[in-house]
């Protein structure tokens, strides 16, 4: 079994050929080719983590569509002044499907 741990959006994810990972907004069209940057790469027993070793290492992967996240309220009051402010906040993310690991 081949995987990779992947920097996808400020966060590290695991990744085999065929995933789908929801990450942060990447920008690109539905269909089109993304590069990830591969932190580590394990096949199987087999575990690369350097970075000369990983830089002969790509992980593409297809842009399958926009998303946004759940969305949160931040809520601030201080008491006896009549201060209260509401916001509210949806994180944008992108799907992605693992279509490579070379």
Do not use: F, W
Not at 25 to 33: H, P
Not at 74 to 82: M, R
């Amino acid at each position: 079994m081949v995987y990779a741990i992947v920097k996808a959006g400020g966060r590290q994810e695991k990744v085999s050929v065929g995933d789908v990972v929801v990450m942060n907004k990447v920008d690109g069209e539905v269909g089109e080719t993304v590069n990830l940057t591969p932190l580590m790469l394990v096949d199987g027993d087999k575990v690369t983590t350097g970075a000369d070793d990983l830089a002969k290492v790509t992980v593409t992967a297809e842009i399958v569509r926009p998303e946004k996240g759940k969305k949160i309220t931040i809520q601030k009051y201080k008491n006896k002044t009549g201060y209260r402010v509401r916001q509210g906040h949806r994180q944008q993310l992108t799907r992605v499907k693992i279509t490579g690991i070379k």
